[in-house]
Protein backbone atom coordinates (compact mmCIF):
# COMPACT_ATOMS: atom_id res chain seq x y z
CA UNK A 1 0.00 0.00 0.00
CA UNK A 2 1.68 3.12 -0.84
CA UNK A 3 0.31 7.09 -0.45
CA UNK A 4 -1.27 8.20 -3.53
CA UNK A 5 1.68 10.71 -4.57
CA UNK A 6 4.46 7.98 -4.27
CA UNK A 7 6.94 7.12 -6.87
CA UNK A 8 5.93 3.54 -6.52
CA UNK A 9 2.74 4.12 -8.49
CA UNK A 10 2.02 4.30 -12.18
CA UNK A 11 0.24 7.26 -13.70
CA UNK A 12 -2.40 4.87 -14.09
CA UNK A 13 -2.74 4.05 -10.84
CA UNK A 14 -2.79 7.49 -9.54
CA UNK A 15 -5.27 8.14 -12.10
CA UNK A 16 -7.50 5.04 -10.71
CA UNK A 17 -6.67 6.60 -6.86
CA UNK A 18 -7.80 10.03 -8.40
CA UNK A 19 -11.44 8.60 -9.74
CA UNK A 20 -11.98 6.15 -6.45
CA UNK A 21 -11.51 9.08 -4.00
CA UNK A 22 -14.15 11.09 -5.38
CA UNK A 23 -17.17 9.41 -4.24
CA UNK A 24 -15.23 7.14 -1.13
CA UNK A 25 -16.62 7.93 2.28
CA UNK A 26 -15.32 6.30 4.90
CA UNK A 27 -17.72 5.25 7.73
CA UNK A 28 -15.62 6.59 10.47
CA UNK A 29 -13.51 9.40 10.25
CA UNK A 30 -10.54 9.24 11.80
CA UNK A 31 -8.71 12.17 14.10
CA UNK A 32 -5.98 13.43 11.04
CA UNK A 33 -3.64 14.22 13.62
CA UNK A 34 -3.29 10.82 15.27
CA UNK A 35 -2.89 8.81 11.46
CA UNK A 36 -0.80 9.33 8.79
CA UNK A 37 -1.98 10.03 5.16
CA UNK A 38 -4.28 8.06 3.49
CA UNK A 39 -2.60 4.78 1.50
CA UNK A 40 -3.72 2.64 -1.53
CA UNK A 41 -3.86 -0.87 -2.44
CA UNK A 42 -4.45 -0.61 -6.56
CA UNK A 43 -4.02 -4.08 -8.43
CA UNK A 44 -2.52 -3.60 -11.76
CA UNK A 45 -0.99 -5.93 -14.61
CA UNK A 46 2.53 -6.25 -14.41
CA UNK A 47 4.07 -7.12 -18.08
CA UNK A 48 2.52 -7.60 -21.12
CA UNK A 49 1.60 -11.37 -20.36
CA UNK A 50 -0.53 -12.36 -17.38
CA UNK A 51 -1.52 -15.30 -15.86
CA UNK A 52 -5.02 -16.66 -17.60
CA UNK A 53 -7.45 -18.67 -16.23
CA UNK A 54 -11.17 -19.44 -17.32
CA UNK A 55 -12.05 -22.41 -14.75
CA UNK A 56 -14.94 -21.61 -11.99
CA UNK A 57 -13.08 -20.89 -8.89
CA UNK A 58 -14.71 -21.54 -5.23
CA UNK A 59 -13.16 -19.57 -2.29
CA UNK A 60 -14.52 -20.46 1.33
CA UNK A 61 -14.71 -18.05 3.99
CA UNK A 62 -16.03 -17.57 7.36
CA UNK A 63 -15.18 -15.92 10.77
CA UNK A 64 -11.92 -17.56 11.02
CA UNK A 65 -10.86 -15.28 7.68
CA UNK A 66 -9.08 -12.39 9.51
CA UNK A 67 -6.95 -9.59 8.70
CA UNK A 68 -4.95 -9.90 5.36
CA UNK A 69 -6.89 -12.14 4.70
CA UNK A 70 -10.77 -10.16 4.97
CA UNK A 71 -8.45 -7.69 2.42
CA UNK A 72 -7.85 -10.69 -0.10
CA UNK A 73 -11.55 -11.77 0.00
CA UNK A 74 -12.27 -8.15 -1.04
CA UNK A 75 -9.75 -8.08 -3.74
CA UNK A 76 -12.01 -11.28 -5.05
CA UNK A 77 -15.33 -9.96 -5.33
CA UNK A 78 -16.80 -9.23 -8.83
CA UNK A 79 -14.02 -11.66 -10.67
CA UNK A 80 -15.54 -13.44 -13.57
CA UNK A 81 -15.80 -17.57 -12.50
CA UNK A 82 -14.82 -16.38 -8.87
CA UNK A 83 -17.46 -17.57 -6.21
CA UNK A 84 -16.98 -16.79 -2.84
CA UNK A 85 -19.09 -19.06 -0.48
CA UNK A 86 -19.61 -19.15 3.50
CA UNK A 87 -19.80 -16.75 6.14
CA UNK A 88 -18.94 -13.27 6.53
CA UNK A 89 -14.91 -13.04 7.54
CA UNK A 90 -13.45 -12.00 10.71
CA UNK A 91 -13.11 -8.53 10.23
CA UNK A 92 -9.95 -7.12 11.58
CA UNK A 93 -6.70 -5.47 10.02
CA UNK A 94 -5.14 -3.49 13.07
CA UNK A 95 -1.56 -4.90 12.94
CA UNK A 96 -1.90 -4.94 16.22
CA UNK A 97 0.36 -4.25 19.06
CA UNK A 98 0.78 -6.37 22.19
CA UNK A 99 1.29 -4.51 25.67
CA UNK A 100 1.64 -6.54 28.97
CA UNK A 101 -0.44 -5.33 31.47
CA UNK A 102 2.67 -5.93 34.89
CA UNK A 103 2.34 -8.53 36.80
CA UNK A 104 -1.25 -9.79 35.95
CA UNK A 105 -2.11 -12.36 33.30
CA UNK A 106 -3.46 -9.88 31.17
CA UNK A 107 -2.60 -8.32 27.67
CA UNK A 108 -3.62 -5.31 26.03
CA UNK A 109 -3.79 -5.58 22.43
CA UNK A 110 -3.42 -1.83 21.01
CA UNK A 111 -4.34 -1.26 17.02
CA UNK A 112 -2.42 0.68 14.82
CA UNK A 113 -4.03 0.90 11.58
CA UNK A 114 -7.57 1.31 10.05
CA UNK A 115 -8.57 -0.38 7.01
CA UNK A 116 -11.65 0.33 5.26
CA UNK A 117 -13.25 -1.62 2.09
CA UNK A 118 -14.30 0.41 -1.52
CA UNK A 119 -17.68 0.65 -0.10
CA UNK A 120 -16.50 2.87 3.23
CA UNK A 121 -17.01 0.21 5.83
CA UNK A 122 -14.19 -0.57 8.10
CA UNK A 123 -12.85 -4.47 8.08
CA UNK A 124 -12.59 -4.31 11.77
CA UNK A 125 -15.81 -5.41 13.74
CA UNK A 126 -17.69 -6.00 9.92
CA UNK A 127 -15.39 -8.15 8.36
CA UNK A 128 -16.23 -8.94 4.36
CA UNK A 129 -19.43 -10.24 3.47
CA UNK A 130 -19.93 -11.26 -0.32
CA UNK A 131 -23.89 -11.12 -0.19
CA UNK A 132 -23.36 -7.36 1.25
CA UNK A 133 -20.81 -6.23 -1.33
Known amino acids: MYRK ?9 KAAIAEFEKSFRPEWNF ?4 FSDWHYMV ?11 DKPVVVLMNAKCFSATDIFLAGLKGRENLTL ?3 ASGGG ?8 LGKTPLELQ ?19 NRTEQ
Open 110 to 128: IARMASFQADGLLFDGNGF
Open 93 to 100: SAFKRTVD
Open 85 to 87: MGT
Open 31 to 34: PADQ
Open 43 to 53: LSQVGSVGYHY
Open 5 to 13: DSKECSANE
